[in-house]
């Protein structure tokens, strides 16, 4: 552990000619700011493995609940773990570790490479649905979410039972999560994630409940919270005993994430934290009122098709999911809903997905109102037509998958999706086609599009030493190798190969007959993990 610095060591004499003053009533510096302001703290400890966990069980794949399981990220150090399960975590396995480390404590581990973008695009999404409790919601850091409930709670029947219901709806989805209630952000945001379950500060019990939290409860780095714990500062009761002036010498240059004298403020209201909640995404929504009932709403369909394309191509949207809904005169709602495998504001495309699902419907003794909505909508720009006026953007393929899915459902119809993965035949998989336009960019420019469904291993006749075989066998044929390019080497996945696996040197060749191939060397001479290297063709090129 380092030294204290000169800073520290005046710090440390100042608090120690203190230390009897430490068990004096708080000074008023410290003394909260009265607020009628109610902010709720939503902590999902396990937001990234719980994710993890519902798309396993929605495979089919996932792994017994008393298996230890984590997730991990590349980082400067190699791989490290980014989350981890109730079982991992109870084997000593933790956030932040070497994935080599955590191996070696626990052999049993199951790892997965954690998608962090996915994940916090997942959280936003929550986010947004977390409006229906309170209007304004925005994202807190990469495992919480923040609300302003002032006013709100009484809706649901008070705060107490508000956290309640928040907490089940959360269960119910498959997520694991804490709650607080309190006046500022801060002490929210400490109490959720360090004070009792479902704690509820009111304004008057603010000092009185935060003074128990641990100094990290101040939301300030680990290097700030280390030295405020050297100095005999463990507790926020006990920061607030001490008189802000030897603090404020030493943190008066530190930035808000290392200053806890600025976290503090935050947190007894002193210094203004305002809620930056994002604008609501776009709603589009046409309607058609009729002057009397009617059974069929085919009529209707074009034209408010048409109005809602207007108002998505004004803003510069397209939908991707279409709804319609007829309300009947007897009060009830009958809705059907469409999807398109990529943005789109073609009218007569849209109304034509309707096609065969009207019976689905109920039209009672009729309906008098019919709406048409996009409740999924993503951004789209102007398209470009070329002199015939064909589109060039593939939405003559889009509409024809739109069709098909809506004739043979959502899981009938599949398209292939190329994944970031090492192993070439892990870097591709079927994905339903209505999940979007594969990104052409995640294809690799140095392998061919055609690859074998398993590579087929080849009978070298001349190999050359730390090279691609001269003559080999494949498929009772002898081909010699006139021009190569390579190696690219390959090495195996730690997160989902065992151990012992061997890396992999391709090769791009071509025979004597101009045929270009893919093949690759299974393992080197002297790696200690098998006999003699192997030979393998993988693809073919075009």
């Given amino acids: 552990m380092s030294r204290l610095s000169s800073r520290d060591m005046d710090l440390a004499a100042a608090l120690k000619q203190l230390e009897t003053g430490l068990q004096t009533p708080a000074p008023d510096w410290a003394k909260p700011k009265p607020s009628g302001r109610r902010i709720l703290s939503l902590h999902l400890p396990r937001f990234a493995m719980d994710r993890w966990q519902i798309m396993a069980d929605r495979r089919g794949d996932s792994p017994p609940a008393d298996m230890p399981c984590a997730l991990a990220v590349d980082s400067a150090r190699g791989a490290m773990i980014h989350a981890t399960n109730h079982a991992a975590e109870a084997a000593g396995v933790y956030i932040g570790a070497r994935v080599v480390d955590m191996r070696a404590i626990c052999p049993a581990l199951y790892l997965d490479h954690a998608d962090v973008d996915s994940d916090a695009r997942a959280l936003e999404r929550l986010m947004l649905w977390s409006r229906r409790w309170a209007p304004w919601t925005a994202r807190d850091g990469a495992d919480g979410i923040v609300m302003d409930i002032t006013g709100c709670a009484h809706l649901f029947g008070g705060e107490d039972a508000m956290l309640l219901q928040i907490e089940d709806r959360l269960a119910g989805l498959g997520l694991n999560s804490a709650s607080a209630i309190a006046p500022t952000h801060g002490a929210a945001w400490g109490l959720a994630r360090f004070g009792t379950v479902r704690a509820v500060c009111p304004p008057d019990q603010l000092e009185t409940q935060i003074s128990a939290l641990p100094v990290r409860a101040l939301r300030i780095t680990d290097d700030t919270t280390l030295l405020l714990n050297r100095l005999g500062l463990k507790t926020i009761g006990d920061l607030i005993a001490v008189p802000r002036v030897p603090l404020a010498r030493r943190f008066a240059r530190a930035p808000l994430a290392e200053n806890p004298l600025m976290r503090l403020d935050q947190m007894v209201g002193k210094l203004a934290e305002p809620l930056d909640a994002p604008d609501d995404p776009p709603r589009f929504i046409t309607h058609a009122r009729l002057p009397e009932p ?19 191509e004004a803003a510069g949207f397209g939908a991707r999911r279409i709804t319609l809904t007829v309300y009947r005169t007897d009060g009830d709602v009958s809705s059907v809903t469409v999807a398109t495998s990529q943005p789109s504001r073609d009218a007569a495309h849209l109304a034509k997905l309707f096609d065969g699902k009207l019976d689905r419907i109920d039209p009672g003794y009729g309906f008098d109102l019919i709406t048409l909505a996009a409740p999924f ?68 420019p140095r392998r061919p599009i055609r690859l074998l469904e398993h590579p087929e291993e080849i009978r070298v006749l001349y190999a050359v030493p730390e090279g691609p075989p001269a003559q080999f066998v494949w498929r009772r044929q002898v081909h010699r190798v006139g021009r190569f390019d390579g190696p690219e080497r390959i090495a195996p996945e730690w997160w989902a190969d065992k151990p012992g696996t061997r890396l992999r040197d391709y090769y791009k060749v071509e025979d004597q007959h101009g045929l270009r191939l893919w093949i690759y060397r299974e393992g080197v001479l002297g790696d200690l993990r098998g006999a003699e290297p192997r030979w393998f063709l993988h693809g073919l090129f075009a």
């Fill in 377 to 444: 909508v993503e951004q789209m720009g102007k398209l470009q037509h070329r002199l015939d006026r064909r589109a060039t953007d593939g939405s003559e393929l889009a509409q024809t998958i739109d069709r098909l899915t809506a004739r043979f459902g959502p899981r009938g119809v599949l398209r292939p999706a190329p994944l970031e993965r090492h192993i070439p035949e892990r870097s591709e998989q079927w994905r339903p086609a209505m999940a979007g336009t594969p990104d052409p960019a995640a294809t690799h």
């Fill in 294 to 312: 009617v059974q069929d709403p085919t009529e209707w369909i074009p034209q408010l098709a048409q109005d809602l394309c207007a108002d998505l």
